[in-house]
């Protein structure tokens, strides 16, 4: 399964970016599609995940209110749109999902994804 993540700009804080992740086949059933942020000199972690079991969205405490995760399931393809953007947002985003479900106490985990996307710059100025 290849992921394609586009969308990334440069943004000046208040601004808006919608990030597109395009899977290349379906992964199963309710599998989940997630996002995950990597800063300069930080680890990696979790934004939000699309868990498709339940058909909820789930989303790091810092970025609620703000992103918006969403699926598109004809074209294999999830979104996150990202508002009130502020320098701390930015990162490289990555997209990921795996074969199957898991539970939802694990959407957080990027140990639990099989397969991931290139990445995709965002910067936001101040």
């Known amino acids: 399964v290849q992921l394609q993540a586009s969308g990334g700009g440069l943004v000046q804080a208040g601004g808006s970016l919608r990030l597109s992740c395009a899977a290349s086949?379906?992964?199963?059933?309710?599998?989940?599609m997630a996002w995950f942020r990597q800063a300069p000199g930080k680890e990696r972690e979790f934004v939000s995940a699309?868990?498709?079991?339940?058909?909820?969205?789930y989303y790091a405490d810092d970025v609620k209110g703000r992103f918006t995760t969403s699926r598109d399931n004809s074209k294999n393809t999830w979104y996150l749109e990202m508002n009130s953007l502020q320098p701390e947002d930015t990162a490289v985003y990555s997209c990921?999902?795996?074969?199957?479900?898991?539970?939802?106490?694990?959407?957080?985990?990027?140990?639990?994804?099989?397969?991931w996307g290139q990445g995709t710059q965002v910067t936001v100025s101040s």
């Open positions: 990921a999902t795996r074969r199957g479900r898991i539970n939802i106490s694990s959407l957080n985990r990027a140990g639990a994804y099989d397969y």
């Open positions: 086949e379906r992964t199963g059933s309710y599998a989940p």
């Open positions: 699309i868990d498709t079991w339940n058909n909820r969205a």
